[in-house]
């Protein structure tokens, strides 16, 4: 997996180009399985780009770039 660095703003604009191009992957591709391995793809990215513009909700991270929930 690479890692996508940059301010907040930018990490939510690549992961939405590579959903993007994902979409655009899936819609060239004839095989229900592998259309549907590139839309979820695809679906996965949006969620990262919109975890991204949420508020963070007392996430704190660790070391290594992992999450953990503070209750």
Request: aromatic share 6%; hydrophobic share 40%.
């Amino acid at each position: 997996m690479v890692a996508i660095a940059g301010t907040r703003q930018e990490r939510r604009s690549q992961y939405l180009k590579l959903a993007a191009e994902a979409e655009t992957s899936a819609n060239k591709l004839i095989d229900p399985k592998a259309k549907a391995a590139w839309i979820d793809l695809a679906v996965t990215c949006v969620l990262m780009a919109s975890e991204i513009s949420e508020n963070d909700g007392g996430r704190k991270q660790l070391s290594g770039g992992a999450h953990y929930w503070m209750r």
